[in-house]
Every structure is written in structure tokens, then in C-alpha cells.
């Protein structure tokens, strides 16, 4: 069955530091999604992209889709503590409608 | 925005017992799911339910079933509680535009 690969499983960063998260599927995707879990909650919708190559922002996130749709990356430009989360990502299989499934996620420790 | 409230967020059972789970949505989504969560493993999807009374397996669903009798509400059902089954359960409802989780529920199987 599809995979979902994440990299790394954890990263503890200095506060201001950059971080990335890398996301890779064993089979061709439709769509990627990332989702944030903050300590104690429940995963929350951040973005979806759809094309090969899309690259998306919000504020301080980069989100980019691979050419090949195969993998996908969040990057986040000087953390702060409020990025502490676990992040997942989550594809779409081509032709299983909107099932998803998640990667094993990257739990963000972020220190002052 | 859509709300998926779960019914319990702690629940503590007992060996053998039959658990019920249950999860409603309040934005008419088709598309509901169950997933368990464990640390270094993931989210895992169980079941899920494309419709009423439509129902899919997901990719570990031993041991456990579902019933969705309204569009609203999804259940999903131990059939006989085990020690392996101490997780936390998400519930989902959503499409192709992003899932909306509920809080969870932590079950302990004791």
C-alpha cells in the first residue's frame, strides 16, 4: 500500500533558526496536505497543493510540491515558539477519491 | 467552520468490553473518517465512509468496526476491547480540500 514517508521524526531548533520538514510518497500523489498538531491537540488544516512544482507561503511557511508529485516540503523561516507542533503531511493517492494518507510527521521543539 | 465533536475524550474500559466511539459533524460532509494516533507511528486511518451506510476499510481495520446510520454522525465500534487498543482516536470529516479532526478521544484498555 501507499507510504508516507517523513524526515526528520524530530528537530529541536534555537528560536529564529530555520527549519525544514521533508515529506517523500512511495506512489504518485493528486494533491498534498499539511496539518499542524500542537501539544495536547488535535492535527489542524494548513494548506493543500495540487500542482507539480506549486510552491505556496504563509507568512513565515514555505510549502513546495515536487515535479514529479512524489514529494513535498515545509519550510519554516525563523522559528518561534509558537511553531512548536508536530507537522504532518498528508496525500491523496491518485484514484482513491479523498482518502488520505498521513506521514509519520516531525515533532518541532522550538527553545529561546 | 465545521465542527467534529467526539463524544468522549477520555474513556478508560476494561478487557473484552464493546466500545462505542462516536464522532458528528455539523457541515453535511460525506466524507467521514476514523484514524488512530500512536507515538512514532503516525495517524493510521481505520475506517471510513464515502456516504449513509457506506463504509470502507482503511488500512488497519482488525478488530474494529463502524456504523454510520446518518450522514452526521460516525461511529466507530471495538467489538472487544484489548490492551493493544489504548490509543488516541481521531475522527475526521472533510474532502479533497482539507479533513476537519475532532479532539480526540484517549482511550485506555485496561
Known amino acids: 500500500g501507499q507510504q508516507v514517508m517523513q524526515i526528520p521524526q524530530y528537530q529541536h531548533v534555537q528560536e529564529g533558526e530555520d527549519f525544514t520538514t521533508y515529506c517523500n510518497s512511495s506512489t504518485t500523489l493528486s494533491n498534498i496536505q499539511w496539518y499542524k498538531q500542537r501539544p495536547g491537540g488535535h492535527p489542524v488544516f494548513l494548506i493543500q497543493?495540487?500542482?507539480?512544482?506549486e510552491v505556496k507561503k504563509q507568512k513565515r511557511l514555505t510549502f513546495q510540491f515536487g515535479e514529479a508529485k512524489k514529494n513535498s516540503s515545509l519550510h519554516i523561516t525563523a522559528t518561534q515558539t509558537t511553531d512548536v507542533g508536530t507537522y504532518f503531511c498528508a496525500g491523496i493517492n491518485t484514484g482513491t477519491a479523498s482518502k488520505l494518507t498521513f506521514g509519520t510527521g516531525t515533532r518541532l521543539q522550538v527553545t529561546l | 467552520d465545521v465542527k467534529v465533536t467526539q463524544s468522549s475524550r477520555y474513556l478508560v474500559k476494561r478487557t473484552g468490553e464493546k466500545v462505542f466511539l462516536e464522532c458528528v459533524q455539523d457541515?453535511?460532509?460525506?466524507?467521514m473518517f476514523w484514524y488512530r494516533q500512536d507515538p512514532g507511528l503516525g495517524l493510521r486511518l481505520i475506517y471510513f465512509s464515502y456516504d449513509v451506510k457506506m463504509k470502507e476499510k482503511g488500512d488497519i481495520p482488525e478488530g474494529y468496526s463502524v456504523s454510520r446510520e446518518k450522514k452526521e454522525r460516525f461511529s466507530l465500534i471495538l467489538e472487544s476491547a484489548s490492551t493493544n487498543q489504548t490509543s488516541m482516536y481521531l475522527c475526521a470529516s472533510g474532502a479533497l480540500y482539507g479533513y476537519t479532526f475532532g479532539s480526540g478521544t484517549r482511550l485506555t484498555v485496561v
Open positions: 497543493l495540487v500542482k507539480s512544482g
Open positions: 457541515m453535511d460532509h460525506e466524507n
